[in-house]
């Protein structure tokens, strides 16, 4: 069938073989954030809407889920903050209750946790991935261009807050752009802020697949480890580079259709695609070739390769 709110299984870097849920239309976020995935965001906004049937994502997850997919995750993410549906906390209860075999996840930049209803619509989850890059707010405004209505310090509240009301587990991601978040300074904030948070995990993570601005470029090796030292916090990982294992699907899937889902959300190699849909790298190119004949296809390259994606 066809799908509009599901997506891959993906591979990521953080959660291994995941399928994407998408509640909100392309690039609806809190942020318009430097080093977004998606682009430029087009509608920035803190208010939380329906944006689609909530039996529209159950029909999908229960087609796709009646094979009964090997899933490392099934993961709240895609075009926006998916906070901002207020279908989230329906659409987890209802995979809990009907498939608990399934860890749930979801990937939020954390400026709504401030929000009591966010958070209780969270509480059902496994796992919940939080951002935070910062904590000073000339550096939090340039990095993540937030809505008027958000402030840093609602935001930092709330992931403390969050964390004393979720059984869960929280990934703190903390986002590193050279030169912009990486002073002595910086670093001793974010240490801070980590320890009254007291996230399961903290997830030190860079730029991987091409950004929005031209300015925010990935941290080497080197710049990562002297930033896990200075955090000096023993549950910090290095967010490894792409997973390089590749599983074959173990369900009947079109690959050209959950390729062409895959582009629209985010850039990806053909190394990433081949992992995903279980092909061989060569077929993925061929599949890129023939999408390039009659779509609007881009190309970039960056460290870790060519990027194929699409925009809006």
């Not at 942020?31 to 944006?51: K, L, Q, S, V």
Request: aromatic fraction near 8%; charged fraction near 25%.
């Amino acid at each position: 069938m066809k799908r509009y709110h599901i997506f891959g299984p993906v591979s990521s870097r953080r959660l291994g073989r995941s399928l994407g849920i998408d509640l909100v239309p392309f690039k609806t976020c809190t942020y318009n954030c430097g080093y977004c995935e998606c682009g430029a965001t087009t509608y920035r906004t803190t208010r939380r809407e329906i944006f689609f049937p909530v039996t529209e994502i159950y029909t999908e997850l229960t087609d796709f889920l009646s094979s009964s997919p090997s899933l490392d995750y099934i993961t709240f993410s895609g075009s926006g903050e998916p906070t901002l549906s207020l279908s989230i906390g329906e659409v987890i209860r209802f995979l809990k209750d009907n498939y608990p075999s399934y860890r749930v996840a979801v990937l939020t930049n954390g400026s709504l946790l401030s929000d009591p209803d966010v958070r209780r619509d969270l509480l059902p989850a496994d796992v919940v991935l939080p951002t935070l890059s910062t904590t000073v707010k000339q550096t939090f405004v340039k990095i993540h261009r937030p809505d008027p209505g958000i402030s840093l310090e609602g935001i930092l509240t709330g992931l403390v807050q969050f964390r004393q009301e979720y059984s869960g587990e929280i990934w703190l991601e903390v986002f590193i752009i050279p030169g912009i978040n990486t002073s002595d300074e910086e670093l001793a904030g974010l240490r801070r802020i980590i320890k009254d948070i007291n996230p399961n995990r903290i997830q030190l993570n860079t730029l991987d697949r091409p950004g929005t601005e031209k300015w925010v470029l990935p941290a080497n090796q080197m710049e990562l480890d002297r930033i896990q030292r200075m955090l000096d916090i023993a549950t910090l990982e290095i967010v490894e580079s792409y997973p390089s294992r590749t599983q074959k699907s173990s369900y009947a899937e079109d690959p050209v259709e959950q390729i062409y889902e895959m582009l629209k959300r985010r850039p990806c190699t053909a190394g990433d695609l081949a992992s995903a849909t279980g092909l061989h790298t060569l077929e993925v190119k061929k599949i890129l070739r023939e999408m390039a004949a009659t779509h609007d296809l881009l190309v970039k390259r960056e460290k870790r390769g060519l990027f194929y994606y699409f925009r809006e």
